[in-house]
T-cell receptor, first 115, second 117 residues
């Protein structure tokens, strides 16, 4: 069983479209994250949820909206896609958010290409 | 803000040899964690090793070990007896111990390691 699974793994779409990426973890963790990896491989946090509550919200365009229906799921919806949104988006989870000791477990990433 | 710097965009090593990847970081915190993650071509991020800042002893995991110099804010990764499967991007990362729930994991820009047969 995959610990952190993301769908879809690949997504190709046109500028201006709206798309979603889904993430599910079966580790029983309380905290989930979205990271963006750009074309130069730089990984940067976007959002973090702890037990469905938003706790980290980096400077991200408001076209990006995370949603956590329960603590095992964290979805990322992107409106009005732009060329610069092309990247690999990683979902991750950790036991909780209250200690830096907690190791993040990452999903396999979702490669988004905007044409 | 915390920053993590990996000054070697690319490194190469011969199979069975030893290689050291460099990482420095900047923080005003005294208690934190440092990590090395590996990202092979499959894209999966895999934890290699973790170091707790309050521990003076350097962490080791089989062929992987770190040289943690807290005063110098340096955290290098040594890979011994390199194997072809070690070829990957390696990311150094920092996370404060306590930040009221917003302990961000901050990554360096990565070092691409090539292992030559």
């Amino acid at each position: 069983d995959t610990a952190v699974s993301q769908t879809p793994k690949y997504l190709v779409t046109q500028m201006g479209n709206d798309k979603s990426i889904k993430c599910e973890q079966n580790l029983g963790h309380d905290t989930m994250y979205w990271y963006k990896q750009d074309s130069k491989k730089f990984l940067k946090i976007m959002f973090s949820y702890n037990n469905k509550e938003l706790i980290i919200n980096e400077t991200v365009p408001n076209r990006f909206s995370p949603k956590s229906p329960d603590k095992a799921h964290l979805n990322l919806h992107i409106n009005s896609l732009e060329l610069g949104d092309s990247a690999v988006y990683f979902c991750a989870s950790s036991q909780d958010s209250y200690s830096g000791a907690n190791v993040l477990t990452f999903g396999a990433g979702s490669r988004l290409t905007v044409l | 803000a915390q920053t993590v710097t990996q000054s070697q965009p690319e490194m190469s090593v011969q199979e069975a040899e030893t290689v050291t990847l460099s990482c420095t970081y900047d923080t005003s915190e005294s208690d934190y964690y440092l990590f090395w993650y590996k990202q092979p071509p499959s894209r999966q991020m895999i934890l290699v090793i973790r170091q707790e800042a309050y521990k003076q002893q350097n962490a080791t995991e089989n062929r992987f070990s770190v040289n943690f110099q807290k005063a110098a804010k340096s955290f290098s990764l040594k890979i011994s007896d390199s194997q072809l499967g070690d070829a990957a991007m390696y990311f150094c990362a920092y996370r404060p111990r306590w930040k009221g729930g917003s302990e961000k994991l901050v990554f360096g820009k990565g070092t691409k390691l090539t292992v030559n047969p």
